[in-house]
């Protein structure tokens, strides 16, 4: 399985709102990552997860909350978001330990609104 | 400073042409990897091909083919007999050993084949 899934799809949601965002993969990689892609734009790395541990937060703001439960799952908890947090959000996964040779594996993405 | 420059922001071709698409890096690391990733509409990046800073053999698959050049530090792209379905786009992305999982990605090249 070289897959990885993410859901929902298409996410609407008022700046007042708290909804997550879910990414599971089964290959047994231990990297997991959140980036924010807007359109037109490379994807911008947000946070990357090392065997369930938080290790690199690229200053994103506290409205994003990530979360890894265990080690097929990775979790972004959205809370207060403004219209400008609109984006494509993509996670994706890698073999661990990370040493920049390995290739990440991307989920189709969440398209978030933000109204 | 790392850095990835694909400069051809749209290319368009008809069917069944050839088409290159450039990339060309910055990195002061001589241990270093090179990505190309696809990213059809559907939002998922998928990924094609890597390359490590020692290996400057180029690479064929199918109708795909890389050249990997140190001395102008590039690293493109062609596609033989260009079809539909490669409409997409394209980044060129670079990361570097031991340099905390990140990948750099260009600003990518949208690639419009025409029936």
């Known amino acids: 399985d070289t897959e990885v899934t993410q859901t929902p799809k298409h996410l609407v949601m008022g700046m007042t709102n708290k909804k997550s965002l879910k990414c599971e993969q089964h290959?047994?990689?231990?990297?997991m990552y959140w980036y924010k892609q807007k359109a037109k734009k490379p994807p911008e790395l947000m946070f990357v997860y090392s065997y369930e541990k938080l290790s690199i937060n690229e200053s994103v703001p506290s409205r994003f909350s990530p979360e890894c439960p265990n080690s097929s799952l990775l979790n972004l908890h959205l809370h207060a978001l403004q219209p400008e947090d609109s984006a494509l959000y993509l996670c994706a996964s890698s073999q661990a330990p990370v040493s920049g040779y390995n290739e990440q594996f991307f989920g189709p993405g969440t398209r978030l609104t933000v109204l | 400073a790392q850095k990835v420059t694909q400069a051809q922001t749209e290319i368009s071709v008809v069917e069944k042409e050839d088409v290159t698409l450039d990339c060309v890096y910055e990195t002061r690391d001589t241990t270093y990897y090179l990505f190309w990733y696809k990213q059809p509409p559907s939002g998922e990046l998928v990924f094609l091909i890597r390359r490590n800073s020692f290996d400057e053999q180029n690479e064929i698959s199918g109708r795909y083919s890389w050249n990997f050049q140190k001395s102008t530090s590039s690293f493109n792209f062609t596609i033989t007999a260009s079809q539909v379905v490669d409409s997409a786009v394209y980044f060129c992305a670079l990361s570097e050993m031991n340099r905390d999982d990140k990948i750099i990605f260009g600003k990518g090249t949208r690639l419009h084949i025409l029936p």
């Open positions: 290959m047994g990689h231990r990297a």
